[in-house]
């Protein structure tokens, strides 16, 4: 148990386009889920905590208006990069929380030209 | 807050050896520990984990120490095999909050 999907896999974008990626928990509910940036080579950058329910809380140095998140359900997240540049360009891995851990998604990555 | 450091940033054996990799945090508060493999274009994968009031946890080829006291951490593989190369991070965490390694780049040589 303890699924997590990711949509798209990859995706290829103009630069000044929106794109948008769904994280969901396949088998269990998920109040809590995490977006995470990943550069080559590098660790887990934490970008936002994304809570049922209610507002996202975001990491410092993240644009809340350039990374819109939305937890509408306990099983679904989505982070939309809206006005894509190609700095965004980047791995993003989103996870669930349940119980003490985290349960990564595939992740996807994103190239904007 | 907390720090979490993760040693070595690349290693290498032989098929067969054992690899070790250590992790060290800061927070007395962290009491749950999980290590993550993460292949090359894919998510992380949670392999073993282990929670404050353990000093020791095996599964298989797979085993992560504690030491509480000393605030640290290890990851041991042993007889590896070249499916074993990977990414491997550790991870501190204190409830909700996960705090994460730098990461270490296993190589198993055939």
């Known amino acids: 148990g303890a699924v997590v999907s990711q949509h798209p896999s990859r995706v290829i974008c103009k630069s000044g386009t929106s794109v948008k990626i769904e994280c969901r928990s396949l088998?269990?509910?998920?109040?809590?889920m995490f977006w995470y940036r990943q550069f080559p080579k590098q660790s887990l950058m934490l970008m936002a905590t994304?809570?049922?329910?209610?507002?996202?809380?975001?990491e410092q140095g993240v644009e809340k208006d350039k990374f819109l998140i939305n937890h509408a359900s306990l099983t679904l997240s989505t982070l939309t990069v809206t006005s894509a540049h190609p700095e965004d360009s980047s791995f993003y891995i989103c996870?669930?929380?349940?119980?003490?851990?985290?349960?990564f998604g595939p992740g996807t990555r994103l190239l904007v030209l | 807050g907390e720090n979490v450091e993760q040693h070595p940033s690349t290693l290498s054996v032989q098929e067969g050896d054992s690899a070790v990799i250590k992790c060290t945090y800061s927070?007395?508060?962290?009491?749950?520990f999980p290590w993550y493999k993460q292949e090359l274009g894919k998510g992380p994968q949670l392999i073993i984990d282990?929670?404050?009031?353990?000093g020791e946890k095996k599964d298989q080829r797979i085993a992560v120490t504690l030491n509480k006291t000393a605030k640290h951490f290890s990851l041991h593989i042993t007889e590896t095999q070249p499916e074993d190369s990977a990414v491997y991070f550790c991870?501190?965490?204190?409830?909700?909050?996960?705090?994460f390694g730098t990461g270490t780049s296993l190589t198993v040589i055939p």
């Open positions: 927070d007395s508060a962290s009491n749950y």
């Open positions: 996870s669930a929380h349940r119980g003490e851990t985290q349960y």
């Open positions: 282990i929670r404050s009031n353990v």
């Open positions: 088998d269990f509910q998920a109040t809590t």
């Open positions: 994304s809570n049922e329910g209610s507002k996202a809380t975001y």
């Open positions: 991870a501190a965490s204190t409830g909700n909050q996960f705090y």
